[in-house]
């Protein structure tokens, strides 16, 4: 039977540097799903429509139109059109009411682009655009949920949720910041692959997060400190066990500088919810246990679906 | 009358990206000067006499040899000859000893590569090369100094000196991190030229340094905040007052960082001295005034010549 006999929607997550995309029934049982590299980062406006068509066009049916829900940065001033950034606090299952509509040809699909979140507040400027999608699929399974949310990555997230709302968020450059580090400073000549593999990977991980969250003015000291290590340490393994344990221990020192930035809003938190990639949230588990905090995970794929799935539910119909 | 006639020896800084030297009467008058790009990064260890001779090899007599006296990376291992790093304490008006011979095959430039110093105690590895011979130059001037030494720059220096000897130093990627997040990183859309001209660059510097240090966990939230202040704050000015603001916010934020992590050196610290280039050196001074801290300064390359004939001094007769 042909997806198009099926489809009731079309989700996609389109951000940076990448598309996704799962072809939905009406009852939310995913059909296809599929994806590209063409990212907001590649593509001019004019470009978006056909982007789009290359990967979820087979799966549009001639007969009717199909809402296509997009979340990400298609939807910022430099994409597709500008969905303009919702204010705080923002209830999550209220997305849709911000959507924008871009120019499209092709008869089939009916595109809507979701909106960012901004906050205003003096001082504590932000902007998130992507991520209160995957946000909303935790208030998809609970419509009042509330706690302390993390979205590890390039520029990882931390958002209060209060009774299905998002009240305040703080966005570090943690992700950013070691890769710059890892593979354009002085010190990528010592860092090698970090996949906290060996015991001692994740002890030398632990005990940076816990060092530079004692201490955290010492962190561009630190950071020097791994290039002389690597020239004068001999307790380091050679070879690649080396650079290795090296990378651990930058990894540790860039996400413990974020945990104690965070520190007012872990101390009175309950668990925290980690939401991303399975590697990278054992990884921020592990740095949050070290620090007495416990954890619980959703994978980000599927809380990114289940966040669309809320907003298509809220659109008028099309 | 020729700078041949008059030379006594030859001082040579020879950095990672550059080389500079002077010709130095016995009495220590400087007769002239000079310098090239050929830093240690951009030569083969075969490159280094021809690199020297073509700034040096005008003011080299033919009828004896002349002392020539090389700081820096040209002494590292990467470099012409390796000079191993000396441990600490280190007395810095006993640098000769630690000089080793370069091959050279001109007859007219007797070559000696001053060490660097490294620290070897756990946890605070750290090493320099270059930097120990501009402390050298504060001995010179007083066998006996002691105080607190900041050396701003790519790889910041901050070293305690007691009776003429290092004891300990600390090194912090502040500059390197600075460029990274500048010019690298996703900022490199907000930040424009730092020069802090406007008296309102001034105070953002000051109150990026204040925030900082007294919350440096907030770091990597706070670069983030940059970037969201450009999109989001109609406090900012605009255009190039715009871009200049916020450069100077980064580097309050960096430079804060950096003071927080030395917060135990500054604390039972007198005035601090500053050696360095003269912008660099306003602009740690500030920082340090906003914390409370006195500080002095002392021009870099008079710092080097200082500290190089003091080398010169202890050398036995060639």
């Known amino acids: 039977m042909p997806i198009t006999d099926h489809v009731g929607w079309i989700a996609v997550d389109w951000g940076s540097s990448n598309l996704r995309a799962w072809a939905v029934t009406a009852a939310g049982r995913v059909l296809a799903h599929g994806g590209s590299e063409r990212g907001m980062l590649s593509l001019a406006s004019s470009d978006y ?58 008869a089939r699909p009916a595109v809507r682009l979701l909106p960012g979140l901004c906050q205003s507040a003096a001082g504590a400027f932000d902007v998130m655009r992507g991520e209160e999608t995957q946000l909303a699929g935790l208030v998809a399974d609970d419509r009042r949920f509330s706690g302390l949310v993390c979205l590890p990555g390039t520029h990882a997230k931390w958002a209060r949720l209060e009774q299905g709302a998002v009240t305040r968020f703080t966005t570090c450059l943690t992700g950013e910041l070691y890769g710059l580090l890892a593979r354009q400073s002085v010190l990528k000549h010592s860092i090698g692959a970090d996949d906290l593999a060996a015991p001692g990977d994740r002890e030398a991980f632990v005990f940076a997060v816990r060092d530079i969250h004692a201490n955290p003015g010492r962190y561009t000291a630190r950071l020097f400190g791994l290039r002389a290590s690597d020239l004068l340490d001999a307790g380091l393994p050679a070879g690649d066990a080396r650079s290795a344990r090296l990378a651990a221990r930058l990894s540790g020192l860039c996400v413990g500088l974020e945990l104690a930035g965070m ?30 905090h416990e954890s619980q995970r959703l994978d980000g794929d599927a809380a990114v679906l289940a966040g669309l799935g809320l907003a298509y539910q809220a659109l008028p119909a099309l």
């Open 49 to 106: 429509e056909t982007a789009l068509l290359e990967v979820v066009g087979n799966w549009l049916p001639a007969s009717r139109r199909t809402p296509v829900l997009v979340c990400g940065m298609a939807g910022a001033r430099q994409g597709w059109r500008e969905a303009a950034y919702l204010p705080l606090p923002a209830r999550l299952d209220d997305l849709a009411r911000g959507a924008v509509c871009p120019p499209v040809n092709d």
């Open 263 to 292: 520190g007012d809003e872990l101390a009175d938190s309950g668990p925290i919810t980690l939401v991303g990639n399975a590697a990278l949230c054992t990884r921020y588990a592990l740095a949050l246990e070290a620090l007495g």
